[in-house]
């Protein structure tokens, strides 16, 4: 029955144009593109033109730009901004957060999700990352929009729209927040607490704490010569000692408020960890990138276990105490062996674009030579870049590109280095950003003819 479907309708010459002829085409293949795990792109997108007719977010896209845009959707970028600073951050994302009213991101959802039940099958897809995000740069603690009535839409919230709209889920990452914050420690508190749900939970595909050495505050304290080596997690009871010099005490202290934050941010994810819920982005360099003191991962591995300290004693204090989060002693092993798992998962793979560029400069004169060593794609990324900009088309370049939809509509081009624009633009609502992404972005504009591949 199926392969009869298949011989009667996939290979037809007939050229449809409009809604109804390609929503007659749609109603006869659905069957057979669902049941062979279709993906959009591997569909007739000339027997499909018309169908998005009327859906406001595709007014003026052809069904070829619309897959396009749709394949490897690593973000819609609905917010934008990061307060954290880290001077690894691949987007050199700046702390003015900005973000796009609800309606508007629930308009592309909407959009989504109707032209999905007009065609039948999903038309998202990935062939690599599993996941699409709704910002290119923000932490989770600030993952939320605001509708027009001012009324707060969270990350559970958006996460929610974006399993059920896309198929696919985003990841929830934090980077920790100052402990002294009331607000984002009752908002981190907040989403343990909705997250320990698995009604909430579903629909993350991985939620995240990271520690790096690329911290502010840890890269100042070290920068200023203190020693992680002589850290103890029991405050002096002359907390200023004699001998040290007010640098070398400022940086003492910089470093214990660091070491203070992580610690708090790992204990208020205690249970989100007991529950298996929670995992670690842990990344540093490896030995053979030069010049970059504190920055190795062998080295920041001292601080990793003065935090495990610190928590261990955080915890202890809160079972002999308030009971917060650790109310017996297994628990409190299990949490302690649990972080320590999570906290020996390092790893070297960080990219060497964005903000990471700019600190391997500065520790080489201004110069990138020797910046392969943190990774070698970006010889391959810039390989591929100038393949496209010679031939004209996409299918010149060895690797997919990932795309982006900032909030405007515009689609990027995104290979965790360069960020190329195109001329597809979804209709959203939101004026044309002056300026996209706090990374350059190629001056190269991919258009609808060089697409001779998704
Ligand atoms: S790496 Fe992540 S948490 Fe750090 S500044 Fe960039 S976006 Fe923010």
Redo the contacts with the bound molecule.
Sequence with gaps: MLSTIHNNFQYSNASFTGYKEAKTYANITRLYNWYNFKKLYECNLTKLEGIQEGLKTFEGLSMKQIAFALTDLHSINVIRG?????L??????QPFISRTPFESFKQIMDDIVALRKRIGINIISHRGSNYTNCSF???GIDTHLFDKEGKKHDAVELGRIIHNSLGYKMVF???GWDRNNLERQQIAEDYVKQLLKHKNSRHFYQINI?LNP?NPKYVKAIKDGYDPETYSPFIPLDPVCKTKSPKEQKAEDLYREYIKNEVNTLFTFTPLLLKGKLGTIIRGLDRSVTNMNGCYLDEYAITLSNILSQLKLAYEWDLCGEQKVIKSEKMLKKALNGYLKLLNKGKYRLFSSG?MENLYRSRHNGSLDGIWAIDSFRHRSENNYNKLVAQRKISATDLGYLKMINSDGKVYLYDNYAVIPTDIQLKTGTQNLAKPFSIKVKDFVVTEDMIDRI
């Design positions: 990061c307060v954290n600073h880290c690894h951050c691949y987007a050199n994302a740069d923000v932490d990452d934090t980077n990271s690329f903000r």
